[in-house]
């Protein structure tokens, strides 16, 4: 059975930073490229950054690049999502993803496996 269960949110002020990371198992992690998503309410579910298998290759939206950075240990079977100089408006509910065919890709629907996803409130 895969889970993926992430952890790191919260509510803090604007300009501030958080870690979010999504343990896998189940899964053999190395074998598939992660991804981030995000969903505020009353919004779609929208990229926020992805990583290859290997960790090599890394993309992101361009809301967060440069602010955001994602990272991954094969031999922790965990990805991680460095948030900096957060804005209001990066409020919103964070998914990990697992992708288990090609590269990294920033469409939810390319993606096997998800997390129940974890609370970012950032305050004005």
């Known amino acids: 059975q895969v889970q993926l269960v992430e952890s790191g949110g919260g509510l803090l002020q604007a300009g501030g930073s958080l870690r979010l990371s999504c343990a896998a198992s189940?899964?053999?992690?190395?074998?598939?490229?992660m991804g981030w998503f995000r969903q505020a309410p009353g919004k779609e579910r929208e990229f926020v950054a992805a990583i290859s298998r290997s960790g090599g290759i890394t993309y992101y939206a361009n809301s967060v690049k440069g602010r955001f950075t994602i990272s991954r240990d094969n031999a922790k079977n965990t990805v991680c999502l460095q948030m900096n100089s957060l804005k209001p408006e990066d409020t919103a509910v964070y998914y990990c993803?697992?992708?288990?065919?090609?590269?990294?890709?920033?469409?939810?629907?390319?993606?096997?496996?998800w997390g129940q996803g974890t609370q970012v409130t950032v305050s004005s």
């Open positions: 993803a697992a992708k288990g065919v090609g590269g990294p890709g920033n469409v939810p629907s390319q993606y096997n496996y």
């Open positions: 189940g899964l053999t992690f190395s074998g598939y490229a």
